[in-house]
């Protein structure tokens, strides 16, 4: 019989981000980006997955009727002093169950390693910011701490849509309100919650993700009319976000949304988390502001990739951070190592990887 709350227990202990349980391998733990089995389990059987799922599920109706009809549930639980981002899907016809720990409290914004030109950024008054990466990229974090910040700093209104609400934050100087997305929930979808934002009288909005045309939209209505929209998108980068948020229309509409980006688009941010030497966690961050230079790149009919790249490549006074310069300076500072550098570039960078980082180490001699 598999014991889901020791396991839980172990993840917490151990600082584990996520927890796996699929039917016919033993309970994973996500720790520090490596999967290992948890203590002492054996390998879950059928008969263990539905006493999971009788677990989350907690006699619940609703959330049974729900993953009879889609195959899947997002939900958060309360477990203890802990709470849980749970998401049940299926394979096989047997449920699988993803559990990511949200910590209780956010660690201090100055320890994210988040580029000061960020902060600086969240001090608009209206427009579009995007803070985008892969999954397990620590997207929900930097914008929890992007809250909080102007939570601290700031006397607005900040109306938050997540599916689920991660971290809970206590209005301070501002009023937060927070709105979880999902059926029976305070909003059906994110487009729903974004749209009906416009009768809140909010300052800012925080989107947990935007993932179709019409949240964006709705999201791009909500800037053009005098807020300040955060929201998050999985992409791997600065340049393919843009083409992300463009290939969400069709092509006789893509003039015009390109028009409204490139006067609406603020910052992006665009981030990765590598193991480091130490064994923690470094965050490479890639950042792109959105200058005359790459508004009108934005506005080009064929948007070019390299183009943005050397755009933010070369636009370091503007507080543009390119990928290249992220990966050169952790490598210099010696968090991380030149292979891991290497990996996240393509081949054709290599030879720019090599010399930022040797302009890099002759500055810092100098310096020294």
Partial sequence: MVHIEKIIDEAISKQASDIHLICGIKPMLRIIKALVPADGTEVLTEEDMADIYDF????????????????????????????????????????????RIIKSTLPPYESLGIP????????????LILVTGKTNSGKTTTLNALIDVINEESNRKILTLENPVEYRHKSKNCIIVQKEIGAGKDALTFSDGVKNSLREDCDILVIGEIRDKETMEAAIETAESGHLVIGTLHTKSCAETLDRMIDFYEVRDQASIKYLLSSLLKLVVSQRLIKGIDGSLVLIPEVMVVDNIISGLIRK??????????????????GNISLINSLAKMFVDERITLDQAKAQIEEKNIEILNRTIMQMKIKKDKIL
């Fill in 301 to 318: 009919e064929k948007l070019g990739t390299s183009e943005v790249e050397d755009a933010i490549q070369s636009g370091s006074d503007k």
């Fill in 116 to 127: 000061d030109v960020v902060r600086n950024m969240i001090n608009q008054p209206q427009g």
């Fill in 56 to 99: 989350f599920i907690s006699g619940s109706v609703e959330r049974d009727k729900l993953y009879e009809e889609t195959r899947k549930i997002d939900m958060s639980y309360q477990y203890k002093d802990i709470r849980l981002r749970v998401n049940i899907s299926s394979e096989n016809d047997i449920p699988l169950f993803t559990l």
